[in-house]
Structure formats: C-alpha cells, structure tokens
C-alpha cells in the first residue's frame, strides 16, 4: 500500500484555508501516577461508582474503586461532579487513510487488484491526520481503520488516537479480514462467489504445501504474502469481516463461512433484523454502520435504520454500532448511538454498542471497552453520558498519555469567539 503523501499543493491548500491553526502535539507517555479523584466511574464491568477513585500507572490501570490508596508520587486531579468513562471504539472507520476527498494523494483506501489479504493499513496510517484530533475530543479514542474495494480489501487495524507514529498507534494489528460481498443484483455474481472460493481454496492449498515444507515432506515453497497473511484466518485466530447488508447477502455470506470453516462478522447489516434466528443461533455478531439514515425502500418505515439496534438487541444478536466510514465524520459516532438509543435501545446499551459490544467482537476486551485493572488507562472525563449531545469531553486519556484537547473545530471556535466578542464590545 503506498504511503500518504502530504505534498505541495495539499499543503499550500492546507495554508489558504487554515493559516492560524496549530498543529496538535502528542501526549507524551505516562511518567507518573495519575489519580482521578471523586468522580462518577461507569466501569461497564460492574456497578457505577460514586465518589470514586481511579489510579493508572504506566498506562495502565492499578485500582478502581469507593476507596483507593493513592501513593504519595501519585498525581492527583479532582474531578468531582464529572463522569468517567471507556473510551469509545469506532469499529469501522477510514482514519488515517483518508484526509481530503478532492486531493487524490491523501486518499490510500483501495489497492490495486480485488484480492489484496495481505494489506495492513497501519503501515499507510497518516498519525498527522487533523481527523485524529476532532475524534479523539468526541470521546473516540480507538479507531478500527478498516481499507476498502475489490473483493478482499485487506485486514483492519484497531489504532490508538494518540502518538507519533503508525507503530505505537498500533493496539492490534489484522482485527478481521475485510471482504465485500458482491451485489447478487449483478450479473456477475455467481462469479465473483466463485473468485471467492478460489482465493479460499489456493491459501488452503498454500497452508498445507508450508507445512508440509516445514515438516520435511515437501520441497521448498516459495512465500507468497497474499496467502500467508490468510493462515491466521483460516487456522480461526482472526475473523473474516463482511460487508453484507441485504438479506441474500447476509444468508449467503453465512453458508459460504460455514463451508471455509471461518469465523464471521457481518458488517453493515441493514437486513440484519430479518434473519436474527440465523444470526442467533450461528452466534455471528454484527457491526452495523450508520444509524443516523434513512432506509433505500420505499415500503420501509422512517424509522428502519434508527430502530435497528433495538432489533437485533431485543433478538439476542450480538451487536456494535459504527456509523459511516468516513474520518471527517467519525466524531458523530456517539450520535449514531444516541439515536438507537430514541428509537427504543435503553441508553446502557447504546453505549455499550462503542465499547464493551466492538471490543468483545473484535477481540480487543483484554485491553479496552471497561475500566479495569490490568486494562489500558484509555479514558474519558465527561459531564455526562457520552451519546448525549449536551455532554462535554472534557479530558481524554489514551493508555495513560493526557491528550490535547485543542482539536481543529476547538481551535476555530475560539477564533469566532473572539470575533463575536470584540464586534460586541464595539458597540
């Protein structure tokens, strides 16, 4: 995958339309004891905490409680009246691959080919990305960056919203494999299913000639990145992620899965509600994507895609909201869960959907999605419940580092706050 390439004209582009704006530093790491004193903690692992206390030390966290002994290094930072939480998880998003839409070069989506499993999109991921800093102000503090087209897109990445570099934004490399049903509409359907079987059938053939290479059996295979990079899913460590949403692509997408002997995700899902008991009783989760839109048929309710959690929630599916994919619009995440949450989701399970939901099915729970010790200090300081509109995030923290919260939507703010005040003090 070739790298993002900030060059002239994107940067005299970025100078015309923002030439004041400062560029957001990374947190440093973690030096000392932090402890968050007097807070409302919702663990999401257990009970709601009042009055609590909780300490994290080299980025991770060492007590969470009513009452916890602070050490003498520690640093202490009051923050009563105020509510902690998990960071939310955007679990399909474009971050970092994707910066602006009319400048080609900052764009490294696709890949040339339509079977690509071997792309990992850390190693193309842009850490100077202004959609970073507005995400991360909205609570997002794990972005699942996920490349796209062709048949097999490549794997997605979980990737932490504060650092340097690609490398120690790193949370988990190769989350799921990325495939994207083809349109049984189209002609070429049953082709493309059997591409599908093909590419399965070659990285099977690839996985028992290795070895069989490695057991003295067979003479020497050559590497072959492509179906290297499948071994992990075909052996069942990593899932196979596909974009399915109408009802023959999700039913088939489960047959096929069923006959690779893989472990699948639907992602999208917008039919998800008509095939639950499938759904249920192969215990497939879903992802769903964008909430906050309207449904493509005439015949369905306003209200399809907004009540869609609600569905598959009241069904027994497992389930995770992520919105759409775009990076300029990843901050409406908590919004997407706000509306599932008018349209009949109670409000714990909304928020559950950007935490503990996508860190279960995407198997990253040993490290976020609840605050627990032993887990990642990735966190939130809040006035309220992070789907809310009205709610303020008034400090992040990612595995420890105490994050910039003068994003570039903040930074503009207070331009035209000044400008509204100096044309009021004029008067």
């Not at 916890?68 to 955007?90: E, F, M, Q």
């Not at 474009?94 to 339509?114: H, K, L």
């Not at 792309?119 to 970073?132: G, K, M, Q, T, V």
């Amino acid at each position: 995958m070739k790298y993002v390439i900030l060059s002239l004209t994107l940067f005299a582009v970025c100078v015309m339309f923002a030439p004041d704006l400062e560029a957001q530093t990374p947190a440093p790491k973690q030096s000392e004891p932090i402890a968050l004193v007097g807070g409302t903690i919702h663990t999401l692992a257990g009970d709601v905490i009042e009055n609590g206390t909780i300490l994290f030390e080299d980025g991770k966290i060492t007590a969470v409680g009513a009452s916890v002994n602070v050490p003498s290094n520690a640093r202490t930072k009051d923050v009563s009246g105020k509510h902690i939480y998990p960071g939310l998880i955007d679990s399909y998003n474009q971050m970092g691959i994707y910066e602006i839409g009319a400048v080609n070069m900052t764009v490294d989506i696709n890949e040339q080919g339509s079977v690509n499993p071997n792309i990992l999109p850390e190693r193309a991921f842009n850490p100077e990305s202004r959609h970073i800093g507005i995400a991360r102000s909205a609570g997002i503090l794990t972005s699942v960056t996920t490349p796209g087209g062709g048949l097999i897109s490549g794997q997605s990445s979980a990737m932490k919203m504060d650092g340097w570099a690609w490398d120690e934004m790193t949370l988990k490399s190769g989350t799921g494999l990325m495939v994207n049903w083809p349109n049984p509409r189209n002609n070429s359907y049953e082709n493309n299913i059997r591409t599908l079987r093909d590419v399965f059938a070659d990285a099977k053939s690839y996985q028992r000639a290795r070895e069989a290479m490695d057991a003295g059996n067979a003479p020497r295979h050559d590497l072959d990145t492509r179906w290297e990079a499948m071994i992990p899913v075909l052996n069942g460590d990593v899932p196979v992620v596909v974009n399915a949403s109408e009802v023959r692509q999700i039913q088939d997408a489960i047959t096929w899965s069923e006959e690779e002997n893989v472990r699948l995700i639907i992602l999208g899902g917008a039919d998800a509600h008509l095939v639950t008991d499938h759904l249920r009783a192969k215990q497939i989760p879903v992802i769903i994507t964008s909430v906050l839109t309207s449904s493509n048929r005439d015949w369905e309710s306003y209200d399809a895609r907004y009540s869609l959690p609600s569905k598959l929630h009241e069904a027994g599916v497992q389930f995770a909201i992520a919105g759409g994919s775009s990076a300029p619009y990843a901050h409406r995440l908590p919004y997407e869960a706000g509306a599932a949450a008018a349209y009949g989701l109670d409000a714990d399970t909304a928020l559950r959907a950007l935490t503990t939901y996508p860190a279960a099915i995407l198997g990253l729970d040993d490290r976020i999605g609840t605050l627990e010790v032993g887990k990642d200090a990735t966190l939130l300081i809040t006035t309220g419940s992070p789907i809310e509109y009205s709610t303020q995030i008034e400090q992040v923290y990612v595995e420890g580092r105490e994050s910039d919260m003068r994003d570039m939507h903040r930074q503009l703010y207070e331009k035209y706050r000044e400008k509204v005040d100096q044309r009021n003090a004029e008067r």
